[in-house]
């Protein structure tokens, strides 16, 4: 398999490690509120590559982390006369709900908060001031990027030019304006704990590294996230980590192109900041996926109700593959296989090593999902009642085998009485706010999963047809 490596700028060989496993570490979200649409782009991205080693075999340990101290908790806490482990909490809560609906693999992902590893982190510190590597300024504790070896390495940023240009805040404690905080002194009314500087707290940057290390060790095989966080997160993470250790830090580094919304910057401002929550309200967290893993995972990609509903479709026709193959399978004959079948099986094959084939292309999402229409579209015009269920039954576990690697086509068929309940208030409520597309839409969603709505006096009556 060819990944392309954000550290060398090219698409290498993934040798891991240790033969047989693979480490990864995903940058998770900080805890503050709901993650939004572009939040679960790397976890969607990054998901789907977990699922394809563990495809071929792989023992996969992985590791998606919740940064649960940080300005934005603190702030949000203040506001809402609350505590940061209870925002935490809350909505660590919803993200666990939310990757559920997005079918992450959330049953063999590590989930570390930074605050489990506040001895961890002081030691890590400790090691640097050993070394040379940061010092101490009345209890804010800096990395001084003068040691670290290559500075600039993963985001090819220019670093004089950085120096010395304006958006480099100056700070009087800083030796150097790049250097950047691994403790912060506590402020009045926050959360601190002791350290041999005094009442403080981590900053954001060494959270990543400790717990990479602690958990994954060293060197880890891959370290992934979104594009945005080449620098200074992952730059910092890099100089800090192989200052204390020597080692590299991760062999290859993934990054994900970021993603707009109607061809512009998802921003508060603008009025177009979804979040997956916002889409949950009109579609399937299975269509968002989908849609999440539609282009090439380094391309931007440009979220739009439109192309939603496109996708909605087009996972509808896989559904409708499925269902057929599933048909055929109570139909179809136990005949012998004849020389008719066995071309059939070989180009269901042929389907599925250019599935492969795309996967090994540095995670080709968009031609793989063109393999399994290939496999849908070539089943639904060759099957029949006469063709025999072993060629359906290998077409089928095909077909479920890939979408299982993308993490689609894993919804059970029949939409539970509760969930009807609910799209229906959503309905009345939107109504009577005047909100008829969204009203029609739910309508319409309803409809598709073979529910039929009906409004009378009496209120809206349901019916599976």
């Not at 602690?214 to 080449?230: F, K, M, P, R, S």
């Not at 509903?309 to 055929?328: F, I, T």
């Amino acid at each position: 398999m060819k990944l392309y490596n954000t550290l060398t700028r090219k698409k290498e060989e993934f040798i891991p490690i240790k033969e047989g496993k693979v480490t990864m570490y995903v940058c998770g979200p900080t805890v503050y509120d709901y993650i939004h649409v572009g939040n679960a782009r790397p976890l969607v991205v990054f998901d789907t590559l977990r699922r394809y080693f563990i495809y071929k075999g792989y023992n996969v340990k992985y590791v998606v982390n919740f940064t649960d101290i940080d300005d934005k908790i603190i702030n949000r806490a203040n506001k809402e006369g609350t505590s940061t482990r209870e925002i935490a909490d809350k909505y660590i809560e919803a993200f666990l709900e939310d990757a559920k609906g997005l079918n992450l693999y959330e049953e063999n992902t590590i989930h570390p908060r930074a605050t489990e590893f506040i001895d961890h982190i002081i030691k890590f510190i400790e090691g640097l001031i050993e070394k040379g590597a940061a010092y101490n300024v009345d209890g804010n504790v800096y990395f001084n990027i003068n040691s670290a070896k290559d500075y600039g390495k993963l985001s090819k940023k220019n670093i004089d030019e950085l120096i010395s240009g304006a958006r480099i805040a100056v700070n009087d404690e800083k030796r150097n304006p790049l250097d950047f905080v691994l403790w912060k002194k506590a402020k009045e009314g926050e959360p601190w704990w002791d350290s041999p500087w005094g009442k403080g707290r981590p900053g954001w940057h060494i959270e990543c590294s400790v717990m990479a290390k602690v958990l994954l060790g060293d060197t880890i095989d891959i370290h992934a996230g979104g594009e945005d966080l080449q620098f200074p997160h992952h730059e910092n993470e890099i100089a800090q980590s192989e200052t204390l250790t020597g080692k590299p830090f991760a062999n290859y580094w993934l990054h994900n192109g970021m993603l707009t919304i109607e061809n512009q910057k998802m921003s508060k401002s603008l009025g177009n900041f979804f979040t997956v929550r916002d889409i949950k309200k009109e579609f399937d967290l299975e269509v968002l996926r989908f849609f999440l893993i539609s282009a090439h995972y380094r391309n931007p990609i440009n979220f739009s109700r439109e192309v939603m509903e496109q996708l909605e479709n087009a996972l509808e026709r896989l559904y409708n593959g499925k269902k057929n193959l599933e048909y055929l399978l109570e139909k179809g004959t136990d005949r012998e296989l004849k020389e008719e079948d066995e071309v059939i099986l070989k180009q269901i094959n042929i389907y599925k090593a250019n599935f492969i084939e795309s996967m090994e292309d540095d995670l080709n999402t968009a031609d793989a999902i063109a393999s399994l229409f290939d496999i849908v579209k070539y089943s639904n015009t060759k099957f029949n009642e006469r063709t025999p269920k072993h060629v359906i039954q290998y077409t089928y576990d095909t077909l479920m085998e890939l979408s299982n690697v993308l993490g689609i086509l894993s919804k059970e068929d029949e939409i539970l009485e509760e969930d009807i309940i609910k799209l229906i208030e959503k309905r009345t409520q939107a109504r009577k706010d005047k909100n008829y597309e969204l009203a029609d839409s739910i309508r319409d969603q309803l409809k598709k999963k073979g529910i039929l709505l009906e409004d009378t006096p009496e209120g809206v009556k349901w019916k599976r047809i």
